[in-house]
């Protein structure tokens, strides 16, 4: 009868009528410590409920069996996907081709004699589980090789200062929204943002407050901004933001929204309140405007919300109109 089903992670299913010969195969491997675990059935209707229980790593049956032989056991245990990596070696008294060709067919990955040869059956065994741990490190090898072309893919993609998307990243993408927000006639903004009087805080408190200062205005800029919304340092300390589906009062409106955030910071060791200058330009749906234009006319606006006093919001529509929010 069959032993309980304890799983494990290397285990052997023994799929056998005869007694005598599932204790032979047991012993047999046993000696060899091929396996951590061992479980047992004597015909295909107890193979497929052990097979179910415990999912072995490899699998011994044989095919002249009573209630279920070999040839219907691999029938129905190959038709389950799950069932599809288990390794299935055949155990047959009769070395006929056709007995081969039929269970090769069904899904068997190699085929013995019966009586097998206790090194033989070994030497089998052992280079299945050769091929095992060979397949294990490959799929370990390919799993490491994905994360680090994901880290690298943000590397490449990601500002490694505030964790923002880098002046690359927005642009490529900025590009295909902008081109789909024209072919479905949505509106859509874009701001332009740069830290006020940032030299100072080099100068006079160092760089490493600098730095300080450039992670807690992404923090506050993210925070004020939507998830839908597309934020990246554009270098040094100047960021932008792509706003889709927002029109040009909406934009004004989260421009407005992100100075006060920024200007509510805090940084400590700071002796004073970091601001920013916003410039602020919508996609102009009428005419055909290019990003970089529409890009362009936001970083002529933040201009001149650096002219006219810092800490501001300046709007810039594609006729030239300034509108102004201090």
Not at 103 to 117: E, R
Not at 307 to 322: L, N, T, Y
């Amino acid at each position: 009868m069959p032993t309980s089903f304890d799983r494990s992670s290397s285990s052997v299913l023994v799929i056998d009528d005869s007694r005598a010969i599932r204790r032979i195969i047991r012993s047999t491997l046993e000696q060899r410590q091929l396996f951590d675990a061992y479980h047992e059935a004597s015909n295909g209707e107890e193979g497929l409920a052990a097979a179910a229980a415990v999912a072995p790593d490899m699998i011994l049956c044989d095919l002249d069996m009573p209630v279920l032989d070999g040839f219907g056991f691999l029938r129905r245990f190959r038709a389950i996907e799950a069932n599809r990596s288990a390794f299935v070696l055949m155990l047959s008294g009769s070395g006929e081709s056709r007995n081969k060709v039929e269970g090769f067919a069904l899904g068997a990955d190699d085929y013995i004699v019966k009586p097998c040869d206790p090194a033989e059956l070994c030497a089998r065994v052992s280079n299945y589980l050769r091929l095992k741990d060979l397949q294990a490190q490959l799929g370990r090898q390919n799993d490491e090789l994905e994360r680090k072309n994901r880290e690298l893919a943000a590397l490449a993609t990601t500002d490694p200062l505030t964790g923002l998307h880098n002046r690359r990243y927005f642009l490529a993408e900025v590009e295909r929204e902008v081109a789909g927000a024209r072919a479905t006639a949505s509106p859509g903004s874009v701001l332009m943002m740069d830290i006020d009087h940032f030299k100072r805080i080099n100068d006079t408190c160092g760089h490493a407050q600098g730095d300080a200062a450039l992670v807690a205005v992404a923090d506050a800029v993210r925070r004020a901004l939507r998830s839908s919304d597309v934020v990246a340092r554009f270098g040094g300390e100047e960021f932008v933001a792509w706003m889709p589906r927002t029109s040009a009062e909406d934009g004004a409106t989260i421009a407005e929204r992100v100075r006060a955030a920024v200007a509510a910071c805090r940084i400590p060791g700071l002796p004073w309140n970091v601001s920013v200058s916003i410039g602020a330009s919508s996609l102009d749906l009428d005419v055909n405007e290019s990003f970089d234009a529409m890009l362009a006319r936001a970083d002529v606006a933040l201009y001149a919300a650096k002219q006219g006093g810092r800490d501001r919001v300046v709007c810039r529509a594609s006729g030239g109109a300034e509108r102004t929010a201090a």
